[in-house]
C-alpha cells in the first residue's frame, strides 16, 4: 500500500503559508535573521564620528567575498577609475569613507538577507527593485532638496520584510509536499512584508525614518508618516518608478504620471519628465551594483 | 472669458508680500485671486527661510543652554544628538504656521490656486496646474510676488547632497564635523554661528574684510568673536576658484590664491535670485533689470502701471518684514485708498549668535551729515540683567547728533537684540531726546536699562 501524495492546490497551498505566517507574527516566533555581521560593524563605524578608512579596511578585510565586491564595484564604469583599481587601499582612496560605507553596508545586506536558494533569479529582482528605488530616491529628494542620503537607505530598504518572508516560508514545515510557486510567495510578501519589515527594522534598530518608511512607505499610508525628511513619501514614488523602469507593464506611464504621490510631493508634469530621464543612469548605477 | 475667472486683483505667490497684498485687497471687498506652486502656501519665508532657520537658531540656543545647566544638574546629554531631533521642531512650527496662513486665507475668501503662473498678456495670467492642466485668469491689477532663491554660481555644483544651499542645508539629518561656508551675508552668517554654536568646525570665506559690511563695525566685531570662541574661522578677502565634491569623502574649496580648504559639507549662500522663470514677463510687457529684478518705482509699480510687483523680486532689503508692507501698500495704490504714512526707520534684524538689529543711521552716516557724532555705549555684561543671565557678549550703540540731544541711531549686538531694537526705533519715531531716556525709568533688572547706561554715557561725553 503506498501512502497518498498530497497535491493541493495552489489556493490551498497560500491559505496554509498564510494561517502559518499570520500565527508566526501573531505569536512573535517569526525567525529573523540577524543583521549582517558585517553590515552591523559598517553602520557602527560609519556612525562613529572618529572613524577613518583604516576600520572600514580592516573590517571589509575580513570578508574576502565583501572585498572582492567592492573591488568589482571600484571598477565599474560608474565609479570611473583613472587606473585599475587592483588594492582594498586603493579602492578605498578612490571610493571614499562615505561611499565605501555605503556599498559594504549594500553588499552585505544583499548577500545576506538577499539570498535564498532555488530562488536567486527573484530574489536579485527584489534586490534590482530596492537599489533601483534608493537610487530614485535620491534623485526625487534632490529634487525637493530633501536629505539625499536619508532618501536612499530608505528606498533601500523599504521592502527589507519581502526576502524575510521568503526566507520563512521556505523553512515552514506544511503539511503540503508541494513546493510553492513564485507567484504564491509573492502574493504573501506582498500581504505581509510591511509588518515583517517592521519587526526587522525594529530588531536591526534602524534608524528612525527608515523605520517610519517601512511602515508607511506605501500609497494609502505615507500621508500619515511624520519625519520632516518625507522618506515614506520619496519612498513610495521611488518604489513606483522602480516598478516602472524595471517592468514598464506593471504601471501605465500615464498613470505613474498623476498618482496621488505625484501631487503629494509637488512634482509638475516637467518634474516628471525631468525624472524620467535618469532612469538610463540609474539602470546603469544598479546593474554594477547587483552580485 | 467667463466671470469665474475674472478677478480685481490676481497676485502671484503666496509668501508674506504676495499674501497681504491679497488680504488687504479682499479687505477692500475686491475679488481676490492668489497663485501659489507649492502645496503649501507661505513661501521661501515659511518653509527655506526666515521660520526654518529662526527655529534652528532658537532650538540650538536652547540645546546649548540644555548642555550647560547639566554640569548644575550633573546629568549629561548624549553627545550624538541628531540634527533630526532639532528638524522635528522645525517641521512642526512650519506647520503650525502654514495652517495659520491658510486659515487667514480662507477666511478672507480669497481663492487660492494650486499651480505655476505665466503672463499670456498683461492682463491675463496662465495656470499651469499640476495635472498639467491650464486656466487663465484675467485680472484688473496683478501683482507680482515671487520671491527669491538661493543664487548657485557656476563654478560650484551645488547637489544638495555634499554640497548644500540655503534650502538643502535644512535637510541634514545628522551634524557633519566640517562645514565650509560660502559668502558673508546675513544667510552664511547666520546659518555659520548656529553650526558653529552645535559644535560643527565652521569656515565663512568671503570677498569682504568683515562679515556683514553693511552693519556697525563694532557689532560685527562682537559677532567675529563670538563666531570664533564657538571655534568658527573666517576668512576674508578672498575670492573663491571653484568648489567641488571630491567623490570620496570631502569637498575641496579652492581660492583664487590657490589655498584649498576642505571640509565634509559646503554651503553656498552667495546671495540669491528673483523667481521670475516661468513668468514670461515679456508678455506682460515687463523687462527685467540686467540684475534679473524687477523694476519698480517707490509705489511697486512697474513699467506697466496695473501691474505692482513686492518683495524679493524687486530686491532688496529682501526683509519679510518689509516685502510685507510693501504687498500691503501696493494693493493700496492700485485701489486707490489711502496707506498711510511712509514707513520710516525700518529696524534691521540678524538672526545670528549673537543676534545683531541695527535702526536709523550708522555712526559714519552721522558724521557724514552732521558733521561729527556723540556714541553711547553700553555692555550687557555691565548691567544687572546681562550679569543674573551670564551675558559675556552684548551691546548696545546709540549715535547722536554732534551735541549729544538727538538721537540718530541705535545698534545693538547681543541676545535680544531684535526686540530691544524697538525701543530705539520708537524713539527715532517720535523724535525722543537723548535726556529723556536718562530721565525715565525702565523696569529693573532688564536689558531695556542699555538705553540708560548708553544715553548717560552720550550725556557725560557732551561739551561742557
Known amino acids: 500500500m503506498t501512502t497518498p501524495t498530497t497535491i493541493s492546490t495552489e489556493q490551498e497551498i497560500l491559505e496554509e503559508l498564510r494561517a502559518t505566517l499570520l500565527n508566526q507574527l501573531e505569536q512573535g516566533k517569526l525567525d529573523l535573521p540577524l543583521l549582517p555581521q558585517v553590515a552591523n560593524q559598517v553602520l557602527m563605524v560609519a556612525d562613529d564620528p572618529n572613524s577613518d578608512s583604516s576600520k572600514l579596511s580592516s573590517l571589509i578585510q575580513q570578508d574576502q567575498a565583501l572585498a572582492a565586491q567592492i573591488l568589482r564595484i571600484a571598477n565599474s564604469p560608474a565609479y570611473m577609475p583613472r587606473s585599475p583599481i587592483v588594492s582594498l587601499q586603493q579602492a578605498i582612496a578612490w571610493l571614499g569613507l562615505n561611499m565605501l560605507s555605503g556599498i559594504a553596508f549594500s553588499v552585505s545586506v544583499q548577500s545576506g538577507v538577499f539570498n535564498v536558494k532555488g530562488f536567486e533569479k527573484e530574489v536579485k529582482g527584489l534586490w534590482r527593485h530596492a537599489m533601483t528605488t534608493g537610487l530614485f530616491g535620491k534623485e526625487i529628494a534632490r529634487k525637493i532638496r530633501h536629505n539625499v542620503e536619508n532618501a536612499f537607505l530608505c528606498g533601500l530598504l523599504h521592502g527589507i520584510g519581502k526576502p524575510v518572508i521568503l526566507h520563512t516560508i521556505l523553512n515552514l514545515r506544511t503539511t503540503s509536499e508541494t513546493k510553492p510557486t513564485w507567484s504564491v510567495i509573492e502574493q504573501l510578501m506582498n500581504e505581509y512584508h510591511v509588518q515583517v519589515g517592521k519587526k526587522l527594522a525594529e530588531s536591526w534598530k534602524l534608524p528612525d525614518p527608515v523605520q517610519e518608511t517601512i511602515l508607511m512607505y506605501q500609497d494609502h499610508m505615507y500621508?500619515?508618516?511624520?519625519?520632516?525628511?518625507?522618506?515614506?513619501?520619496?519612498?513610495?514614488?521611488?518604489?513606483?518608478?522602480?516598478?516602472?523602469?524595471?517592468?514598464?507593464?506593471?504601471?501605465?506611464?500615464?498613470?505613474?504620471?498623476?498618482?496621488?504621490?505625484?501631487?503629494?510631493?509637488?512634482?509638475?508634469?516637467?518634474?516628471?519628465?525631468?525624472?524620467?530621464?535618469?532612469?538610463?543612469?540609474?539602470?546603469?548605477?544598479?546593474?554594477?551594483?547587483?552580485? | 472669458m467667463s466671470n469665474d475667472t475674472q478677478y480685481d486683483i490676481v497676485v502671484i505667490g503666496s509668501g508674506p508680500s504676495g499674501q497681504k497684498a491679497a488680504i488687504q485687497g479682499a479687505k477692500a471687498g475686491k475679488r481676490v485671486a492668489l497663485i501659489e506652486q507649492n502645496r503649501e502656501v507661505g513661501g521661501s519665508c515659511v518653509y527655506q527661510g526666515t521660520i526654518p532657520s529662526k527655529t534652528l537658531r532658537e532650538s540650538a540656543l536652547q540645546i546649548v543652554r540644555f548642555q550647560r545647566t547639566t554640569e548644575v544638574?550633573?546629568?549629561?546629554?548624549?553627545?550624538?544628538?541628531?540634527?533630526?531631533?532639532?528638524?522635528?521642531?522645525?517641521?512642526?512650527?512650519?506647520?503650525?504656521?502654514?495652517?495659520?496662513?491658510?486659515?487667514?486665507?480662507?477666511?478672507?475668501?480669497?481663492?487660492?490656486?494650486?499651480?505655476r503662473a505665466k503672463f499670456l498678456s498683461n492682463r491675463e495670467v496662465q495656470i499651469n496646474g499640476i495635472d498639467g492642466k491650464p486656466l487663465t485668469l484675467s485680472a484688473k491689477f496683478v501683482v507680482i510676488g515671487t520671491g527669491s532663491s538661493p543664487r548657485v554660481p557656476d563654478n560650484i555644483p551645488v547637489d544638495h547632497e555634499h554640497i548644500l544651499d540655503s534650502d538643502s542645508i535644512l535637510s541634514l539629518v545628522y551634524l557633519p564635523k566640517s562645514l565650509t561656508v560660502l559668502g558673508g551675508g546675513v544667510i552664511a552668517s547666520e546659518y555659520a554661528s548656529i553650526f558653529a554654536l552645535l559644535g560643527v568646525q565652521?569656515?565663512?570665506?568671503?570677498?569682504?574684510?568683515?562679515?556683514l559690511r553693511f552693519l556697525d563695525k563694532e557689532l560685527t566685531d562682537e559677532f567675529c568673536g563670538a563666531f570664533e570662541e564657538s571655534g568658527g574661522k573666517y576668512q576674508g578677502e578672498q575670492k573663491i576658484?571653484?568648489?567641488?565634491?571630491?567623490?570620496?569623502?570631502?569637498?575641496?574649496?579652492?581660492?583664487?590664491?590657490?589655498?584649498?580648504?576642505?571640509?565634509?559639507?559646503?554651503?553656498?549662500?552667495?546671495?540669491?535670485?528673483?523667481?521670475?522663470?516661468?513668468?514670461?514677463?515679456e508678455a506682460a510687457g515687463l523687462t527685467p533689470t540686467s540684475r534679473g529684478l524687477i523694476p519698480v518705482n517707490d509705489e511697486c509699480q512697474t513699467t506697466v502701471p496695473h501691474i505692482y510687483a513686492v518683495g524679493d523680486v524687486i530686491g532688496p532689503p529682501s526683509l519679510a518684514s518689509c516685502s510685507m508692507e510693501q504687498g500691503r501698500r501696493a494693493t493700496c495704490h492700485a485701489l486707490g485708498l489711502d496707506p498711510g504714512g511712509n514707513p520710516e526707520n525700518t529696524p534691521m534684524g540678524i538672526y545670528t549668535i549673537p543676534e545683531m538689529s541695527s535702526v536709523g543711521l550708522s555712526e559714519q552716516e552721522v558724521i557724514e551729515k552732521f558733521g561729527g557724532a556723540i556714541v553711547g555705549r553700553s555692555k550687557f555684561n555691565e548691567i544687572a540683567r546681562g550679569q543674573i543671565s551670564g551675558m559675556t557678549i552684548g551691546l548696545l550703540k546709540m549715535i547722536a547728533d554732534p551735541k549729544g540731544e538727538k538721537l540718530l541711531g541705535v545698534h545693538i549686538v547681543g541676545e535680544g537684540a531684535t526686540e530691544l531694537i524697538h525701543i530705539g526705533q520708537m524713539g527715532l519715531l517720535n523724535n525722543v531726546k537723548i535726556d529723556s531716556f536718562v530721565e525715565n525709568i525702565f523696569n529693573f533688572p532688564t536689558l531695556a536699562e542699555a538705553y540708560r547706561v548708553a544715553a548717560l554715557d552720550i550725556t557725560k561725553k557732551r561739551r561742557r
Not at chain 1, 242 to 262: C, G, K, N, W, Y
Not at chain 1, 283 to 291: A, F, N, P, Y
Not at chain 2, 83 to 93: E, T
Request: aromatic share 6%; proline share 3%.
Open chain 2, 202 to 211: 565652521v569656515t565663512m570665506i568671503d570677498t569682504s574684510d568683515r562679515p
Open chain 2, 73 to 115: 544638574f550633573e546629568f549629561k546629554l548624549r553627545d550624538d544628538i541628531k540634527i533630526a531631533s532639532l528638524m522635528k521642531r522645525l517641521d512642526q512650527v512650519v506647520k503650525a504656521h502654514g495652517q495659520f496662513m491658510k486659515e487667514q486665507i480662507g477666511r478672507n475668501n480669497i481663492d487660492l490656486f494650486h499651480g
Open chain 1, 223 to 291: 500621508a500619515q508618516a511624520t519625519s520632516p525628511t518625507k522618506g515614506a513619501m520619496i519612498t513610495c514614488l521611488a518604489t513606483h518608478m522602480a516598478s516602472f523602469q524595471l517592468d514598464p507593464s506593471s504601471i501605465e506611464e500615464d498613470v505613474l504620471r498623476t498618482l496621488p504621490v505625484v501631487q503629494d510631493l509637488n512634482f509638475y508634469p516637467e518634474d516628471m519628465d525631468a525624472l524620467m530621464e535618469l532612469q538610463d543612469t540609474i539602470r546603469s548605477s544598479v546593474e554594477c551594483m547587483i552580485l
Open chain 2, 241 to 281: 576658484k571653484e568648489a567641488h565634491w571630491d567623490g570620496y569623502s570631502k569637498v575641496i574649496t579652492t581660492l583664487e590664491n590657490g589655498d584649498k580648504i576642505e571640509s565634509e559639507k559646503l554651503l553656498v549662500a552667495l546671495g540669491r535670485i528673483a523667481n521670475i522663470k516661468g513668468l514670461n514677463i
